[in-house]
């Protein structure tokens, strides 16, 4: 769909001198028939509104929260109950941290004040999370005012706190384009982001072409193997510059800067190389941290999937032998979900409870993460050593893992074996705005993948006899209403059995199994 289709489809993005209370208005969307009813699902926000007092109400209270959901989110539905009630807890938290700030629209990590936030209580941590998280939200302007502030807001260059942690910022934003399809919105920040790299390039680049990070940098203090102040390449630094400049070498293609395009794209092979080379460890096998003696760390942890989350890894060349980690109960499985650093390490959670240790401890953020690049793996790689069933799993526990005394609850970090939010009774942990789980119900379980032709393709990662029906509905995809369902015996939904595919109301592909389909 071209952009002129797009911008008739979404309402103009607002500019600065927000009220202090949102009034949401609805985005014009095609006209189709959608399968679910929004106020079927009413309920879940009456919930939400009435467990919890309302500690902290920003530009869309909880009086609100329904209104603005209704207007924003596909919609989604399934036998299993906690997926459901979670997905749409997930929604309902994630717009708490909607901001009105003087300059527009910003999007806040906590919702109390942080010491050590930008203007605004802004923290750059997350933020390619929010990108990711908010390209399925209908209405842009939430995020696209928010990227103007990180860029632009001070006095027209980026807030002076953006490089205090690592980013993902150009490709979040490149992968936001593959469900929107405005070209004209990525382009504009297009020299922001070429100036944004050169910056990264001039602060953090070794001699040797690798990228250096403290862990606290990476958001990811008190880790097993580095410091607040050890200058390591990490994994993660190094899979965002590989995915920057990819994205970047892509927006100059589109751009029609035929010399930048060559440019980046060389940067980012030359990334890939030297992760290979130099991050993986032949005996441990798996991407671990190089220190600053150029040695290995000698310690798996969960960042050394990240490469994946950019499908960085070259196929075939055993890479993939990290994933046995994924389901290894002495690796990375635990009761909760997935831990930070390998259970069988003698240093394994040793550092302590409440400076956010990333020692052992189940964060959401690195959760997001692994899953994000399992999906990938199960997407784009031939191997056997990773299914659906793991990847199930791992969102079954994910979706357990976020409660606290009997209600949904999303905070900073939890015991690995008891489930307990380490930091659950500090009013900083409410509703921590630092992971994804909708797009990672949307891309992963159900499986739509963004791309940037007009195809539509659809990949469900649940296993075949897991459920008999699901469906996710209104989900705004280049500009159009995409309606994807399965129905097992075809009597729950009526449209026929299997999985099923719609745009605007058309059936464009079907098929008897939960499987990859293709739209002409």
Known sequence: MNKIKYLLLVLPVLIAGCKSSETVSEVKKPDSKTVLQADDFKHYADYFNRMEDENIAKAVPNDSAW???????????????????????RWWSLRKHITNTPQGYAIT????????????????????????????????????????????????????????????????????????????????????????????????????????????????????????HVRNARPTINSYMFANAKALSTMAKMQGDSEKSVYFDKKSKTIKGLVEQKLWNKKDLFFETLTEKDTSSNVREAIGFIPWYFNLPSENKGFEKAWEQFKDEEGFAAPFGLTTAERRSPR????????????????????????????????????????????????NLYVESQYYRGRPYIGEYLDETTGYWLMGDRERSRYYNHSTFNDLMITGLVGLRPRADEKIEVNPLIPQEQWDWFCLDNILYHGDIITILWDKTGEKYHKGQGLRVFRNGKEVAASTKLERVISE
């Open 67 to 89: 209104t603005w959901m209704k207007s924003n989110i596909p919609l989604f539905e399934c036998p299993q109950d906690n997926f459901e009630e979670m997905y749409y807890f």
């Open 109 to 228: 990590e906590f919702l109390v004040d942080r010491s050590y936030a930008d203007k605004y209580n802004l923290i750059a941590c997350a933020l390619g999370h929010h990108i990711y998280e908010f390209r399925w939200v209908h209405d842009p302007k939430y995020i696209e005012q928010n990227i103007n502030i990180w860029y632009r807001g001070n006095e027209g260059k980026p807030m002076k706190k953006l490089h205090k942690f690592s980013s993902w910022t150009a490709d979040a934003l490149y992968n936001r384009y593959l469900v929107n399809k405005d070209e004209k919105y990525l382009l504009d920040f297009y020299p922001d982001m070429i100036s944004d790299y050169a910056r990264w390039e001039e602060e953090r680049q070794r001699t040797d072409g690798l990228f250096w990070q403290n862990d606290v940098k990476d958001g990811m203090e008190e880790s097993l193997s580095g410091g607040r």
């Open 348 to 395: 394994f959670r040793s550092h302590g409870t409440g400076t956010c240790e990333w020692d052992g401890a189940v964060w959401p953020f690195a959760t997001s993460q692994t899953l994000t690049a399992l999906a990938n793996v199960l997407n784009n790689y031939e191997q056997n050593v990773v299914a659906k069933a793991d990847y199930f799993k791992q969102m």
